[in-house]
């Protein structure tokens, strides 16, 4: 079985978020089951992986998108040192910068890049088993293999979507359609939603299967889809929640490169401390006050709005008996407000901009995990943070809810149900109280440990849906 996951961000390559950490780790899993041939395809970036790594051009065409003609390459890795064949797509002036996302024309940028794809495949006569389309950038897809006479060679292909943030749809003016490949005209309701053009939408209709990155987040969809709900409560037929895994192979606090002192379950707590101690000292915090951190984006969907308001309150109320730590970036105003408390109070630190070695750190160093998230598709810093024997206090929604459980009831987390300053507080004032029990303290380290979030059993689950 030949699979091909098309994406628009892969770690290491390119990462914004959690879509590039599956899309880095899944294919290499699958690559592990009997008879899979797992690849992935990407745009190119003007990124130091590109430069460090030897790339061949297996491709080299034009596509047009309206009037214009667009030269695509397609770069393939040398060596597969990521655990997989890896393309990527390069069209000068479209797929060819520094980043995923951003730019005012990322409309063009998408359809070129589907539109190369898919060119590529039919001129070379390559004919895969699943076309495993991940977020609306790659959405169209299904509907171009199915009604785009261009692409008729590769019609009955089984195409997979998978919804990594149902958010972000892609919408477009139905002008758009002009730098589409000509399809058949009276299919066009098949990419319309609501008198746009909705690639979201689309890869739902036209999709063999569609899945979601938690069964907690499906059943949320039904709900609040940002105007989706119905299509989705139409389609349920074909839907599926799979939750993520992480890639316990980077993700490992035995063996990471990252980590200052590395640790097992057997000495964990006291490894832990360690690295709490130098953390600590470098960034001017108390190592023997309980270290709250958030690593993510600053959106809303993360609740990191509330972080300034969360940071001032719970200072406030412990008398300082305590120490948060932020890493992340993404909103002036969050960010404004935080460099102002950086400098109010002395058990507050801050760090900006995304850090891929300063987050392992973190993960290994703190004693519990902030995700007041609004909207939580799967999550996985929290997964990284249980691998790593830290307590993850996290918002009852969708993937965190399916992951993390309550420590009333069993589990080894502490939830909260409003994504609210008090209730975000009140659930660190539970946190705390944890933290000065130390036998309790050092039972949760090691049962969040224990918990299995490898990328096994998902990727098992994906084949037996392409073998569906």
């Not at 690559?31 to 992986?49: C, D, L, Q, R, T």
């Not at 943030?165 to 002008?175: P, T, V």
């Not at 009276?186 to 890869?203: E, T």
Request: glycine fraction near 8%; charged fraction near 20%; charge should be negative.
């Amino acid at each position: 079985m030949v699979v091909y996951h098309l994406s628009t961000e892969c770690y290491p390559v390119a990462k914004v978020g959690g879509l590039a950490d599956v899309v880095g780790a899944l294919p290499k899993y699958q690559n592990k089951i009997k008879g899979v041939e797992a690849k992935v395809v990407m745009p190119w970036y003007n990124k130091s992986f590109v430069y460090d790594h030897e790339f061949d051009i297996v491709f080299d065409g034009f596509i047009h998108q309206g009037e214009n003609m667009l030269q695509v390459q397609i770069m393939k890795e040398k060596t597969n040192v990521l655990g997989f064949e890896l393309y990527m797509v390069k069209i000068p002036g479209l797929l060819d910068r520094e980043n995923p996302y951003g730019y005012q024309d990322e409309s063009f940028q998408f359809l070129a890049f589907q539109q190369g794809i898919l060119h590529w495949m039919c001129a070379m006569k390559i004919h895969p088993d699943v076309l495993h389309c991940h977020d609306y950038h790659t959405g169209l897809v299904p509907f171009m293999i199915e009604h785009c006479p261009e692409f008729q060679f590769l019609q009955g292909v089984k195409t997979i979507g998978t919804i990594h943030n149902g958010e972000y749809q892609g919408m477009m003016r139905w002008s758009m359609a002009n730098y589409i490949p000509s399809f058949d005209a009276y299919k066009w309701g098949l990419m319309d939603w609501n008198g746009l053009i909705n690639p979201l939408a689309s890869m739902i209709k036209c999709s063999t299967a569609f899945t979601t990155v938690s069964e907690g987040y499906l059943e949320e969809l039904f709900i609040s889809f940002h105007g989706l709900e119905s299509l989705v409560r139409q389609e349920f037929g074909k839907a599926y929640g799979i939750i993520n895994g992480i890639d316990t192979e980077v993700w490992n606090p035995e063996t990471d490169p990252m980590l200052d002192f590395n640790f097992n379950i057997k000495n964990a707590v006291a490894q832990k401390k360690k690295s709490k101690e130098k953390l600590c000292k470098e960034y001017g915090l108390k190592p023997e006050l309980p270290l709250f951190a958030f690593i993510g984006r600053f959106a809303t969907e993360k609740g990191a709005d509330l972080l300034p308001d969360v940071v001032w309150k719970s200072i406030k109320q412990s008398y300082g008996a305590l120490n948060i730590m932020i890493l992340g970036s993404g909103n002036t105003y969050i960010e404004n407000k935080l460099k102002e408390y950086e400098y109010t109070y002395t058990n507050f630190a801050l760090d900006l901009g995304y850090k891929e070695h300063l987050s392992h750190k973190i993960y290994a160093s703190a004693d519990f995990l902030l995700m007041p998230s609004r909207v939580e598709p799967c999550g996985l810093n929290q997964m990284y943070s249980m691998r790593y024997g830290t307590v993850p206090v996290v918002r009852y929604t969708g993937g965190l809810r399916d992951t993390v459980e309550d420590i009333s009831t069993g589990g080894a987390g502490l939830n909260f149900t409003y994504p609210g300053v008090d209730d975000i507080v009140h659930a660190m004032n539970r946190a705390m109280g944890i933290y000065n029990q130390k036998g309790v303290m050092k039972e949760l380290i090691h049962a969040n440990m224990n918990f299995d979030f490898s990328w096994e059993k998902s990727a098992e689950k994906y084949i037996a849906l392409y073998n569906n």
